[in-house]
């Protein structure tokens, strides 16, 4: 029953990695999920951002205002430790309470923690294998700007805003390159299947 942490930049392809995997019957728990969720209307989360940062940040449906929060802290990363500190641990028990159900019903399970801040929050949790989908940064700057509209500066902002390559790299038990095309992603995530498998 291994239990995978599977990190990346942004917009390495992680996401594709994680796909991949669920196709070939892991159990992918996806962190970016479980804080949409523990940000939820009325949640005790939503409420401590509310109160830290602005009820303008909660929209008249009670939903958070995502893109204005990112706006807030990825341009002052005092404000991005606060919020950090507010969402990690919830992220943290919830994930937990995941994969503990995960293995309750299935001792055999491949559960697969897609994580993008795993350096920040949990590298020290007992992983049985860290994976780091690594594409350069310049790869991924072109990727923000052609798959997800944004400027050079936005795109450059948000990768300067996460951990140096160097640091995801130095934690890795597995890395697959994922700088070339999606073909050569896919094949890396098939090895990695067949080893979690063996």
């Known amino acids: 029953m291994p239990l ?9 392809g992680k996401s594709t990695i994680a796909r991949r995997l669920a196709e070939h019957g892991a159990v992918v728990v996806d962190a970016d999920q479980i804080v949409r969720d523990v940000q939820r209307p009325g949640s005790p989360v939503l409420e ?8 303008h940040l909660v929209l008249a449906d009670g939903v958070l205002d995502r893109a204005s929060l ?11 430790e ?23 019903a299935r001792a055999d399970a491949v559960v697969v923690y897609d994580v993008p801040l795993l350096v920040e929050a949990r590298v020290d949790d007992p992983w049985d294998l860290i994976v780091v989908a690594h594409a350069s940064a310049a790869v991924r700057a072109d990727r923000l700007q052609r798959l997800r509209g944004m400027t050079p ?8 805003a996460q951990v140096p390559d160097e640091t995801r ?12 095309d999606l073909g050569e992603t896919i094949a890396g995530a ?4 067949e080893r979690l498998t063996a």
């Open 82 to 104: 606060r919020l950090n500190a507010i969402v990690h641990p919830a992220v943290r028990a919830e994930s937990q309470r995941r994969f503990d159900a995960e293995f309750a």
């Open 169 to 180: 790299l130095a934690i890795a038990d597995v890395v697959i390159d994922t700088g070339g």
């Open 190 to 193: 098939d090895a990695l299947w």
């Open 153 to 160: 500066d936005e795109a450059d902002r948000r990768i300067a």
């Open 48 to 55: 401590r951002i509310a109160a830290e940062f602005g009820s």
């Open 70 to 80: 990112a706006a807030v802290v990825f341009a002052d990363p005092a404000a991005r």
């Open 4 to 12: 995978i942490a599977l990190t990346g930049g942004i917009a390495s």
